[in-house]
């Protein structure tokens, strides 16, 4: 694929209606680079991974990636693990996403197994699990699903395994909300994307990515039944947990 068609250009051009935002083979064929440009931290957060996989993850174990996209956590965990007998299994419910992952996952050479599962993550059960990652995803979740799934992960959990979930969050506080969404849109500004870009893809998210506060993730992971919950990154309005069971 030429460089050009990667880059994210999506929003640069006026839009006659904004229409909700989906993960189809447009946003497939450019999201690696706005992902990039878009989420401050990223890949600071991704090259974090392989040291929390060789870490947590078990012999006898299975590694979760909800909401895996092209597999960037996918081969992050894969790099990272020193455990015997794993396997991890990634899941996206966007069959354009899971096609091109396959072929990242094919050309890596990395030993763990990847099984590639297209379904929607609520849906499909966690058993034996030493490590289960969401990056980014529970926040495109309707609301009123977001416990019901995180208790499923809790339940799949080995004792002492870890979910480290990602996500962009909401302030209650309205000064620091308002500051932290300034400094992001300075992030995408740096990177190269225009005011009308920012506004258009802000449009068309609003109904989509759903960010809740730090507190409601506490609360929703604790009463889940993990018995430690932290902080361990955050860059501006993006922020990820660790919960450990
Ligand atoms: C990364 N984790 O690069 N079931 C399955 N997948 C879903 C669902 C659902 N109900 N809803 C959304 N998705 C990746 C980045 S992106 C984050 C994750 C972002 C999928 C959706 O198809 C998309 O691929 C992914 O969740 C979210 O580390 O774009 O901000």
Redesign the pocket.
Known sequence: MSKHKTQDILYSQPLEAITDFV?DESVVHV?RD??GR??PG?STL?SMIPVLARHYVKNNSRCY?????????TLAMRHGIDAQDTEIIS????PA?IEQCQRYIANDKAVVPVKLVC????DISVICASMV?????L???ERNDRSKLLDSIYQGLNTDGVLLL?E?IHFSDEVEQEWMTDLHHEFKKANGYSELEISQKRSALENV?VPETIEKHKQRLTKAGFRKVIVWFQCFNFVSLLAIK
């Open positions: 993960f999201f706005m992902i878009s989420v990223y991704l990636d909800l909401g895996c996209s092209l597999g960037a956590s899941v996206d419910n966007s996403m379904a929607d993550i609520r990652v969401m990056n980014f995803t926040q495109f979740i990602s962009k990515l």
